[in-house]
Structure formats: C-alpha cells, structure tokens
C-alpha cells in the first residue's frame, strides 16, 4: 500500500516503478519470513484455492488430535 500511496502522492514517478518497487518489497519479506519460520518445528498445511476455512480447520484439528 505505501509504494500505491507513493505513486498517487507522486512521490512515485511512475506507476511501472511503484509496482517494480511494491514488487521488490514484497519478495524481500517473503524471504525475511521464510528465514524467520525456519527457526521453530512448523507443521505446514497444504491449501488449495477451493479449500475453505472448514477444511483447513478440520486438517488442523486432525494433526492436533488424531482418531
């Protein structure tokens, strides 16, 4: 949102280097939590675009108390 609010400001010159830059950040924070959850045992659960809270929840609750 700030690289957007940037560019509207005119901060920005242009709305190519406002999204190269939004761009940039975002796969910059994606490592920096990447790097970040590599430090605890994290179970991670697979979810599908057509899967919903009720599925995920149901996944979760299964590995937290299995039958």
Request: charged residues 35%; aromatic residues 12%; proline residues 3%.
């Amino acid at each position: 949102y700030r690289e957007m609010a940037d560019w509207i400001e005119g901060s920005t010159e242009s709305l190519e280097e406002a999204v190269d830059l939004l761009k940039r950040r975002t796969r910059h924070f994606a490592r920096h939590q990447i790097t970040w959850f590599k430090r605890f045992d994290v179970d991670w659960v697979d979810v599908g675009p057509k899967d919903t809270a009720e599925d995920v929840a149901n996944v979760v609750a299964e590995r937290l108390f299995p039958s």
